[in-house]
């Protein structure tokens, strides 16, 4: 088989680990930058710990972890990081900061097939006005977790070619994912169901219509809904779920998506859900505490 080609993710955060991981896993040369040194020097080890423990639990083989760790690469500096042949941004939900870094993106890597952008709900056409080809530069929403979850979204901006959206589908689903194409749209199909949802969740809790425990396991139970709106949201994050609000509350004009004041106030509080440790519900590793949606954030 031919070798697949060498993959760059930017943003060493919860999404850019679990992308990167998954492109060495699935056979490509992976380098994974990160801005920040302390970040940086700790990237390598936490990518291949989350294999090691995949490996103890059984759910991958210790030499396929084994041949992802040789493909795996942290560079110090982004133009290390070449030839590449695709990147996908992972930094936080700021258009600006997006901006910049895909026109670094696309001056250091004007021969990469297609530069794509994980995110969740920010305009892809925005963001692609920052480079001298806007045609190949796409959206390709992943799911926390990345390597669990099997959706992606594939976003095609008002620039972006049809040969770019066929080459980020096969990407896709050469990772092993399912592929969605959408326009690019405020909040996509994905965010812009999920956070109406999760925001009137989250409502409701404000309102003590129910307890969050309760309205996750009706969403759960009633409709087969695989995590509760309010789970969900504390695995996204809090504070990225409120991002997406906001923005799609600016850019639709609509009083559905006003972020609550609880959310607010959760964020405020760094109570940003499983990675804090506290959101919604109170998280030991990968799963909430039993006794902790009992109480009110």
Known sequence: MPERPRALVVGGGTMGRGIAGLCAL??????????????????????????????????????????????????????????VGLAVEAVPEELSL?????????????????LASNTSALSITEIARSTGDPSRIVGLHFFNPVAAMPLVEVVRGRA???????????????????????????????SRLGVALGL???RMVEENVA?????????????????????????????????????LA??????????????RRLVAEGKTGKKSGQGFYRWDGDSPRSDSPKERP
């Not at 425990?213 to 504390?234: C, N, V």
């Open 98 to 114: 997006k901006q910049r870094v895909f026109a670094e993106l696309d001056r250091l890597f004007p021969d990469a097939a297609f």
């Open 160 to 190: 972006t070619s049809e040969e770019t959206l066929t080459r980020a589908v096969e990407f896709a689903e050469a990772l092993g994912k399912q592929a969605i194409r959408v326009k690019d749209a405020p909040g996509f199909a994905t």
């Open 26 to 83: 699935s056979d490509h040369p992976t380098a994974v930058y990160e801005s920040d040194p302390s970040r940086r020097r700790v990237l390598f080890d936490e990518i291949a710990g989350s294999w090691e423990r995949a490996v103890a639990r059984g759910k991958l083989a210790a030499e396929t972890a084994e041949r992802a760790r040789g493909r795996l690469s942290v560079p110090e500096r982004l133009e290390d990081a070449g030839p």
């Open 200 to 202: 009137e969740a989250m």
């Open 211 to 247: 307890s969050a425990a309760d309205i996750d396991r009706a969403m759960e139970l009633g409709y087969g809904h695989r995590l509760g709106p309010l789970k969900t949201s504390d695995l996204v994050g809090l504070d990225v779920r409120l991002a997406i609000a906001e923005t």
């Open 250 to 263: 600016g850019a639709l004009d609509d009083r559905r998506f006003a972020p609550p004041e609880i959310l």
